[in-house]
């Protein structure tokens, strides 16, 4: 069973950057479709960015469509999410996340989940 923990979290003005790190232990992460997601107080979780376990082209939330991008490490077993031009209403808990393969990058297709790291965008 695959583990995650996020990292990379933290306080940011509107405009920065910041970049989120998700370790794995145990099986190899290439073996997963992986996500990111995030979640707002009082909102439900939703998908940020995903990819597929093969070459495949990541999907994108429409609000965050050129400003994030998902990557993988294969060396270190890391997936990244690279955020920039932060806006306050990215502001939540940021999850990765695992899946055998996904139709949607919608939380209800994803199995294993790291415990989560607090991004907070404002002035």
């Known amino acids: 069973q695959v583990q995650l923990v996020e990292s990379g979290g933290g306080l940011v003005q509107p405009g920065g950057s910041l970049r989120l790190s998700c370790s794995a232990s145990?099986?190899?992460?290439?073996?997963?479709?992986i996500g990111w997601f995030r979640q707002a107080p009082g909102k439900e979780r939703e998908g940020v960015s995903c990819m597929g376990s093969g070459a495949s082209i990541p999907y994108y939330a429409d609000s965050v469509q050129g400003r994030f991008t998902i990557s993988r490490d294969h060396a270190k077993n890391t997936v990244y999410l690279e955020m920039s031009n932060l806006k306050p209403e990215d502001t939540g808990v940021y999850y990765c996340a695992t899946s055998w393969g996904f139709y949607y990058c919608s939380a209800s297709e994803f199995d294993y989940w790291g415990q989560g790291t607090r991004i907070t965008v404002e002035s």
């Open positions: 145990g099986p190899t992460l290439d073996l997963y479709a």
